[in-house]
């Protein structure tokens, strides 16, 4: 009786592990009022999500949308691992491109060359970013560049018209960044801060010289990299390494008046926008063009679009493209735009549905920053380019820490990449 | 035994506690195999394929291995979850030691203390990492503010500093697990018979003699278990480096396992991760082998 208590007792136990570890049970077939579910990160905090979905639902009321929330920082991995385990969350959200290429040359997402073709290309800004060797898997709803930031009081007590800052060079931003820092100590007022990423330097002049990031060839940086450890020795610039070791935010340096000039991406107007109107901050800011190498009028900057892609072991294909193809829409674009985010999809129209929403900054240097000649991917796509920005990152921190000379800190980034990835 | 008749009896019941022992370690091995066994061969069997989590695995013989002998990273990573064992293992050791002894008196508030040291063990790790930063931080941080104020102009930049990074992550290392290699000190002091330290007194031996000839060579057991551990943990070093460091500056303070997490969860190289961690396995084993033989020959 005992033994056969405790064959029975490890009979259940191995069903029921055998049962939580089976898959998932069919779904009913889609006939009727759909549900799509879509991987998305932060939606509390990301105003343009719940923006597509509404508008999305009220113009296709036979389909539901289901957000799956993911924190930000997890999103890559947690996504690797979903469609791994045979997930069939409809849309994915695509955060940078460099994972959508990785999921696009797996074969995990569903072809949408033929919508993409619908789009014109010229007025989409980073849909060329999703061109893999022909096919396309995404389409962008968003576009995010780099502008630069300014602290209009800051600007105001030190006598500096905002009409300067229309065509600034880096030399006369540095310049400007000099004169606008006063104080010492607690009360330190910084000219400008730089975040600790990479890219402020290094995309920049990527985009700006027309260097290559893959290219195993670094001395097109070394301009911007001079003009920034100058800026930081002068005691312009809060120090990359207090920065870097206490985890400083660049939104606090800049909302509490830390810093009087921010050069940072488009989506930090919409926290701006969102803590002026619930009262968390009360600078007055606005938005320049990011500085150029030569004062010829043209802006050049760089940025990276986000996209929608379907999932291709979808169980509602249909109704998941249908959606994709919606948020990239001039209707989608419409809703990103009134979230107070630059969606992918730029005409004049949408350009005057962003300037209208209450808070955002109106006047000649803002309209000429949020319309860029030029904006160049942060990041070119090709399997090597994980790998080469682990590189950039280390010898980034090496250069900015002092932990090695300019050229030396160049030299190395070279060699390493080209024996490394090349 | 003898009787012939008696056996099938013993047999059966021999057979049957071997079942019920079966059945009281069964729920445990379940989730051991499920979430350590399992994925440890699987592992293996990984180390020698080229895998990205989604597409069918590709048979590459010995390439991972081939490739990770010409990978700078993974030496510049070895190296360096050598040099923090190194420094981890013996000041742990000695750290945790010292405040056992010292604690283990009949003093004021011994609890207290003992509580103290225990506490970083049980604190959430990103905060202590977090707090170490800003501790160490090169110009606002207060260690390097005393060390000015002391007539040190120019104290290291440590966690911005290619060569004080390790030091600095070593040390915030110590005084985390100091507390949790204590307690295990302080239960093996228990165990040493107070008779003992009655006669040594006796005899005229001094506080130091004691230590060295009593306490020491009854701690051995304990100081062994303490070692294995240390050593394993240290060369599976990976959160706290993570947060503090994320392996910089440059690579100054990359580790082994962080290779690992970014070439098997970031960048989807599952097979090459695998055969790193499978080297990683190797040198744990073996260090844990020498360590085991020289604990046997201490015995003898």
Same mark, same amino acid.
């Given at each position: 009786? /005992?033994?056969? &208590?405790?064959?029975?007792?490890?009979? *259940? %136990?191995? @069903?029921?592990?055998?049962?939580?570890? +089976?898959?998932?049970?069919?779904?009913?077939?889609?006939?009727?009022?759909?549900?799509?579910?879509?991987?998305?990160?932060?939606?509390?905090?990301?105003?343009?999500?719940?923006?597509?979905?509404?508008?999305?639902?009220a113009a296709n009321p036979e389909i539901k949308v289901e957000p799956v929330d993911i924190l930000a920082d997890d999103y890559a991995e947690k996504v690797t691992t979903m469609l791994a385990?045979?997930?069939?969350?409809?849309?994915?959200?695509?955060?940078?491109?460099?994972?959508?290429?990785?999921?696009?040359? /797996?074969?995990? &997402?569903?072809?949408?060359?033929?919508? *993409? %073709?619908? @789009?014109?290309?010229?007025?989409?800004? +980073?849909?060329?970013?999703?061109?893999?060797?022909?096919?396309?898997?995404?389409?962008?709803?968003?576009?995010?560049?780099?502008?630069?930031?300014?602290?209009?009081?800051?600007?105001?007590?030190?006598?500096?018209?905002?009409?300067?800052?229309?065509?600034?060079?880096?030399?006369?931003?540095?310049?400007?960044?000099?004169?606008?820092?006063?104080?010492?100590?607690?009360?330190k007022q910084y000219g400008a801060y730089q975040h600790t990423w990479r890219s402020i330097v290094q995309a920049t002049s990527a985009a700006q010289t027309g260097g290559n990031l893959l290219g195993g060839d670094y001395n097109f940086m070394k301009d911007q990299y001079a003009m920034t450890l100058g800026l930081q020795q002068s005691g312009v610039l809060l120090p990359w390494a207090t920065a870097s070791s206490q985890k400083v935010s660049y939104n606090t340096m800049f909302s509490t008046s830390k810093a009087a000039l921010l050069p940072m991406g488009t989506w930090y107007a919409a926290t701006l926008l969102a803590d002026t109107?619930?009262?968390?901050?009360?600078?007055?800011?606005?938005?320049?063009?990011?500085?150029?190498?030569?004062?010829?009028?043209?802006?050049?900057?760089?940025?990276?679009?986000?996209?929608?892609?379907?999932?291709?072991?979808?169980?509602h294909s249909e109704a998941a493209k249908k959606f994709v193809e919606w948020a990239s829409s001039e209707a989608g674009a419409t809703a990103v735009a009134k979230a107070g985010v630059t969606p992918s999809l730029q005409s004049q129209q949408i350009l005057d549905t962003y300037f209208a929403l209450p808070g955002v900054p109106n006047g000649d240097v803002a309209k000429k920053a949020f319309k860029p000649?030029?904006?160049v991917l942060e990041m070119p796509v090709s399997d090597k380019s994980s790998d080469v920005d682990q590189i950039l990152t280390e010898q980034h921190e090496l250069i900015m820490t002092g932990q090695k000379s300019?050229?030396?800190?160049?030299?190395?980034?070279?060699?390493?990449?080209?024996?490394?990835v090349g | 035994m003898s009787a012939p008749a008696q056996a099938p009896a013993t047999r059966r019941r021999s057979r049957s506690r071997t079942w019920i022992g079966w059945s009281f370690i069964l729920p445990n091995f379940l989730g051991f195999a499920a979430l350590t066994l399992i994925p440890v061969i699987a592992s293996l069997a990984l180390s020698f394929l080229d895998w990205d989590s989604y597409s069918t695995p590709r048979w590459v013989g010995l390439d991972n291995f081939e490739r990770m002998i010409h990978n700078d990273n993974f030496w510049t990573a070895l190296r360096n979850t050598a040099y923090y064992a190194v420094g981890h293992v013996p000041l742990t050791l000695a750290a945790a030691l010292g405040?056992?002894?010292?604690?283990?008196?009949?003093?004021?508030?011994?609890?207290?203390?003992?509580?103290?040291?225990?506490?970083?063990?049980?604190?959430?790790?990103?905060?202590?990492?977090?707090?170490?930063?800003?501790?160490?931080?090169?110009?606002?941080?207060?260690?390097?503010?005393?060390?000015?104020?002391?007539?040190?102009?120019?104290?290291?930049?440590?966690?911005?500093?290619t060569t004080w990074a390790m030091p600095a992550v070593i040390v915030?290392?110590?005084?985390?697990?100091?507390?949790?290699?204590?307690?295990?000190?302080?239960?093996?002091?228990?165990?040493?018979?107070?008779?003992?330290?009655?006669?040594?007194?006796v005899d005229g031996a001094t506080g130091w003699q004691r230590f060295r000839y009593i306490t020491l060579p009854g701690l051995r057991p304990t100081t062994f278990f303490v070692l294995i551990m240390?050593?394993?943990?240290?060369?599976?070093?990976?959160?706290?480096?993570?947060?503090?460091?994320?392996?910089?500056?440059?690579?100054?303070?990359l580790v082994l396992s962080q290779v690992i997490y970014r070439e098997g969860i970031v960048q989807g190289r599952f097979g090459y991760s695998s055969a790193v961690s499978m080297v990683l396995f190797v040198i744990v084993l073996t260090i844990t082998i020498v360590q085991f033989r020289l604990q046997k020959r201490n015995e003898t």
């Open positions: 009786m /005992r033994r056969h &208590l405790v064959t029975t007792l490890a009979g *259940a %136990a191995a @069903l029921a592990l055998l049962t939580a570890c +089976g898959g998932s049970s069919p779904e009913p077939a889609a006939d009727g009022p759909q549900t799509i579910k879509i991987a998305l990160w932060n939606y509390a905090t990301t105003p343009e999500f719940k923006a597509i979905i509404d508008g999305f639902q385990g045979g997930d069939t969350t409809d849309v994915l959200t695509m955060k940078n491109v460099i994972d959508y290429s990785r999921f696009g040359t /797996r074969g995990q &997402l569903l072809p949408l060359t033929d919508e *993409a %073709a619908k @789009l014109d290309p010229a007025k989409y800004s +980073g849909l060329k970013a999703y061109d893999l060797e022909g096919k396309y898997f995404a389409l962008p709803y968003r576009q995010d560049f780099w502008v630069l930031y300014y602290n209009k009081t800051m600007l105001k007590e030190a006598g500096v018209p905002e009409s300067k800052l229309q065509n600034l060079t880096w030399a006369d931003y540095a310049a400007l960044a000099k004169s606008l820092t006063k104080g010492d100590g607690a009360n109107k619930s009262g968390k901050t009360k600078v007055e800011w606005g938005v320049a063009p990011l500085p150029q190498l030569k004062a010829d009028g043209k802006v050049t900057t760089f940025g990276s679009p986000t996209a929608f892609a379907v999932n291709k072991k979808s169980k000649d030029n904006v300019l050229d030396d800190g160049l030299a190395e980034m070279s060699k390493r990449v080209k024996n490394e | 405040f056992a002894v010292l604690l283990n008196q009949k003093l004021k508030g011994v609890r207290f203390f003992r509580t103290a040291l225990f506490f970083p063990y049980i604190t959430s790790l990103v905060a202590v990492a977090v707090v170490w930063n800003m501790l160490l931080s090169p110009d606002l941080g207060p260690v390097n503010q005393f060390l000015r104020a002391i007539g040190i102009d120019n104290p290291p930049g440590w966690t911005t500093s915030a290392s110590v005084w985390r697990d100091l507390g949790y290699y204590m307690i295990l000190y302080l239960a093996g002091l228990q165990t040493i018979p107070a008779e003992l330290y009655e006669a040594a007194e240390l050593t394993i943990s240290s060369f599976k070093v990976f959160d706290l480096i993570q947060v503090m460091t994320e392996g910089g500056p440059g690579r100054a303070t």
